[in-house]
Nanobody, 125 residues
Framework: QVQLVESGGGLVQAGGSLRLSCVVS????????MGWFRQAPGKAREFVAA????????TYTDSVEGRFTISRDNGKKTLYLQMSSLKPEDTAVYYC??????????????????WGQGTQVTVSS
């Protein structure tokens, strides 16, 4: 059973930065694309970013393009999301997810079979 554990969330002022981490254990990591999603209260879970197995290809939702950076360290089986210039509308629970194969082209939650428990990010104005 794959296990994904996020960390790094917290409370930050608008304009600040945070780095989220997601460690994958009990399963393969290096061969799979990974994604970050977020869910605000009362809203559907939405795609944030994805990365392919090698880290060479990334995709972002428009609202975070240029502010967030997804990356991975296959040696440490860890996924990262560097978030900068944070805005109050970025407030949400952030989830990492393991994709069905090595690509970075998946943006729908149903396409990801494995999920972490989430980490809260709160941006104050």
């Amino acid at each position: 059973q794959v296990q994904l554990v996020e960390s790094g969330g917290g409370l930050v002022q608008a304009g600040g930065s945070l780095r989220l981490s997601c460690v994958v254990s009990r399963g393969f990591f290096n061969s799979y694309g990974m994604g970050w999603f977020r869910q605000a209260p009362g809203k559907a879970r939405e795609f944030v970013a994805a990365i392919n197995w090698s880290g060479e290809r990334t995709t972002y939702t428009d609202s975070v393009e240029g502010r967030f950076t997804i990356s991975r360290d296959n040696g440490k089986k860890t996924l990262y999301l560097q978030m900068s210039s944070l805005k109050p509308e970025d407030t949400a629970v952030y989830y990492c997810a393991k994709g069905p194969d090595g690509r970075s082209s998946y943006s729908r939650p149903l396409e990801y079979p494995d999920w972490g428990q989430g980490t809260q990010v709160t941006v104050s104005s």
